[in-house]
T-cell receptor
Framework: KQEVTQIPAALSVPEGENLVLNCSFT??????LQWFRQDPGKGLTSLLL?????REQTSGRLNASLDKSSGRSTLYIAASQPGDSATYLC??????????FGTGTSLTVIP | ETGVTQTPRHLVMGMTNKKSLKCEQH?????MYWYKQSAKKPLELMFV???????ENNSVPSRFSPECPNSSHLFLHLHTLQPEDSALYLC????????????FGSGTRLTVV
């Protein structure tokens, strides 16, 4: 069974800092990986989707990379802002009927 | 409306009540999902409907009963719940499994008293 781990579980940084969130998965035979953002008590908002044939995806200040062979992905956030404070989740799809989710990294950006 | 819409946003129910959660997607997707999110735990898949047929159950207790009348609507019927069922219930939709990722609704915060 696929297992997804996110480290660290929580992260606090001052505004303006660049930061990296990590995601690792045990079964490298994935089709894609998706990064989400979740605000407290709310649903998940998709940030980036990386197909297995891709190495990275970028959207604004966000850049996600994928190293399928080593079972790792990183989400890079440039010039962090207080509005970036949220929980960030990664999920992988191996085909089949479900994505497998990590437990998330809770990010606090201090003004 | 666009995206995935869930109602109600919040629900408080007693253990003897019967209630239903509703999910509607306006994306033309052909699969819909119910997930449960409890504190400090990964999202738990409850039910999957693909092309309106249930394809996965994951041994969810029978006090949760899904219904998918068409490809745009999904319900979760609740009866005789337990306090440990209190959680955020999330609906998602996708096209062709997970090939193009998931789109989630805003969730229903359920409290069982």
């Amino acid at each position: 069974k696929q297992e997804v781990t996110q480290i660290p579980a929580a992260l606090s940084v001052p505004e303006g800092e660049n930061l990296v969130l990590n995601c690792s998965f045990t079964d490298s035979a994935i089709y894609n990986l998706q990064w989400f953002r979740q605000d407290p008590g709310k649903g998940l908002t998709s940030l980036l989707l990386i197909q297995s044939s891709q190495r990275e995806q970028t959207s604004g200040r966000l850049n996600a990379s994928l190293d399928k062979s080593s079972g790792r992905s990183t989400l890079y956030i440039a010039a962090s802002q207080p509005g970036d404070s949220a929980t960030y989740l990664c999920a992988v799809w191996n085909t089949g009927n479900q994505f497998y989710f990590g437990t998330g990294t809770s990010l606090t950006v201090i003004p | 409306e666009t995206g995935v819409t869930q109602t109600p946003r919040h629900l408080v129910m007693g253990m003897t009540n019967k209630k239903s959660l509703k999910c509607e997607q306006h994306l033309g997707h052909n699969a819909m999902y119910w997930y449960k999110q409890s504190a400090k735990k990964p999202l738990e898949l409850m039910f999957v409907y693909s092309l309106e047929e249930r394809v996965e159950n994951n041994s969810v207790p029978s006090r949760f009963s899904p219904e998918c009348p068409n490809s745009s609507h999904l319900f979760l019927h609740l009866h005789t719940l337990q306090p440990e069922d209190s959680a955020l219930y999330l609906c998602a939709s996708s096209q062709d499994g997970g090939a193009w990722g998931y789109t989630f609704g805003s969730g229903t915060r359920l409290t069982v008293v």
